[in-house]
């Protein structure tokens, strides 16, 4: 078998969120899906774990402190086999400060790599989220890391991967060197806590009338220029899928009875990489092509389109109120 490399593979663990994000790359803003069960959960990493040589893991969802008892497992179960590599758990940090401790001894017991990505710091205070976050840095006995952009280079490599990968890195030009200066780290190797602040949304939805239409822009430039998603793979139901928009495509679509529509079809054929029953060279064929654009990638806009996260666009309360 071929080396199959994944950069990192999202494990989804489902929909609820205390926020309602629009355009979420994994559709909570429009989902209230509980979630896969924990055996299924498991099941699939393992499968994934079998078939791909994953060098990150991760969590998504909905937000992980509505799932401690799911993230938990889900941690134990990847430390089981993998005893040094990274895992994500990613939070928008509302319910940080209630959850110190429970961050602290989940941290010193796997070695979990915690990011904060606070939605809210146009419109709210920051001070409670950000002074969690160095009370839990310091109760990890961690010194704070400046420049706190240097976690990208321990946690995740951008030289390692595939050559798809490594073009793709090449012609986007990252810099994390240019990254916020409210970026806040507290790290030893590759395990710890990072805040950073996230104003903007990247579109994925196009509504008319209310009702979900696809893009259909060039696949090209919507991987390159709008996609949320480029760093990471969508694991669910023992299936991986380029994408949170198109593993949670499906589900979106039934809520809108628009399973039938001409306009999605093209999308609804997307095929994800079944773990049970995929072939070798369909496996092959998903690590070559994971960080380039396939068709379904014109489902996006093919030019960024930023959305200013204010509380129109981040709070459920207000989510009637969206265009």
């Given at each position: 078998?071929?080396?199959?490399?994944?950069?990192?593979?999202?494990?989804?663990?489902?929909?609820?969120?205390?926020?309602?994000?629009?355009?979420?790359?994994?559709r909570?803003?429009?989902?209230?899906?509980?979630?896969?069960s924990?055996?299924?959960?498991?099941?699939?990493?393992?499968?994934?774990?079998?078939?791909?040589?994953?060098?990150?893991?991760?969590?998504?969802?909905?937000?992980p402190?509505?799932?401690?008892?799911?993230?938990?497992e889900i941690?134990?179960?990847?430390?089981?086999?993998?005893?040094?590599?990274?895992?994500?758990?990613?939070?928008?940090?509302m319910?940080l400060?209630?959850?110190?401790?429970?961050?602290v001894d989940?941290v010193?017991e796997?070695?979990?790599?915690v990011?904060?990505?606070?939605?809210?710091?146009?419109?709210?205070?920051?001070?409670?989220?950000?002074?969690?976050v160095?009370?839990?840095?310091?109760?990890l006995?961690?010194?704070?890391?400046i420049?706190?952009?240097?976690?990208?280079?321990?946690?995740?490599?951008?030289?390692t991967?595939?050559?798809?990968?490594?073009?793709?890195?090449?012609?986007?030009?990252?810099?994390?060197?240019?990254?916020?200066?409210?970026?806040?780290?507290y790290?030893?190797?590759?395990?710890?806590?990072?805040?950073?602040?996230?104003?903007?949304?990247?579109?994925i939805?196009?509504?008319?009338?209310?009702?979900?239409?696809?893009?259909?822009?060039?696949?090209?430039?919507?991987?390159?220029?709008?996609?949320?998603s480029?760093?990471?793979?969508f694991?669910?139901?023992?299936?991986?899928?380029?994408?949170?928009?198109?593993?949670?495509?499906e589900?979106?679509?039934?809520?809108?009875?628009?399973?039938?529509?001409?306009?999605?079809?093209?999308?609804?054929a997307?095929?994800?990489?079944?773990?049970?029953?995929?072939?070798?060279?369909?496996?092959?064929?998903?690590?070559?092509?994971?960080?380039?654009s396939?068709?379904?990638?014109?489902?996006?806009?093919?030019e960024?389109?930023?959305?200013?996260?204010?509380?129109?666009n981040?709070?459920?309360?207000?989510?009637h109120?969206?265009q």
């Amino acid at each position: 078998m071929k080396n199959r490399h994944i950069k990192l593979l999202d494990a989804f663990y489902g929909n609820k969120c205390n926020l309602a994000c629009s355009n979420c790359d994994s559709r909570s803003d429009e989902l209230d899906f509980d979630g896969p069960s924990i055996e299924s959960i498991r099941e699939s990493i393992l499968l994934a774990n079998e078939k791909f040589d994953v060098e990150n893991w991760s969590m998504i969802g909905g937000e992980p402190f509505l799932y401690k008892d799911k993230i938990k497992e889900i941690i134990k179960c990847i430390r089981s086999f993998e005893p040094n590599k990274t895992i994500f758990m990613s939070t928008n940090g509302m319910l940080l400060h209630k959850n110190i401790d429970w961050v602290v001894d989940l941290v010193k017991e796997y070695r979990v790599w915690v990011q904060v990505c606070n939605h809210t710091p146009l419109f709210m205070s920051k001070d409670t989220m950000v002074d969690a976050v160095h009370t839990i840095g310091q109760k990890l006995g961690l010194e704070e890391t400046i420049p706190a952009h240097l976690w990208w280079y321990d946690v995740f490599s951008l030289e390692t991967g595939t050559d798809n990968w490594k073009e793709y890195v090449k012609n986007k030009g990252i810099d994390f060197e240019t990254r916020d200066p409210n970026d806040i780290t507290y790290m030893r190797e590759n395990w710890g806590i990072h805040y950073m602040e996230s104003p903007v949304f990247q579109t994925i939805v196009h509504k008319i009338n209310g009702i979900p239409r696809p893009f259909n822009s060039n696949p090209a430039d919507a991987y390159k220029n709008s996609c949320p998603s480029q760093f990471c793979a969508f694991l669910h139901d023992k299936k991986i899928y380029k994408c949170g928009a198109l593993g949670t495509l499906e589900r979106l679509l039934e809520k809108y009875q628009l399973l039938d529509d001409p306009d999605w079809q093209k999308y609804l054929a997307y095929k994800p990489v079944d773990l049970e029953t995929s072939t070798e060279e369909e496996l092959d064929y998903f690590a070559d092509t994971h960080y380039c654009s396939v068709d379904a990638c014109s489902m996006c806009p093919g030019e960024y389109r930023g959305i200013e996260k204010n509380k129109i666009n981040v709070l459920k309360i207000h989510r009637h109120e969206r265009q």
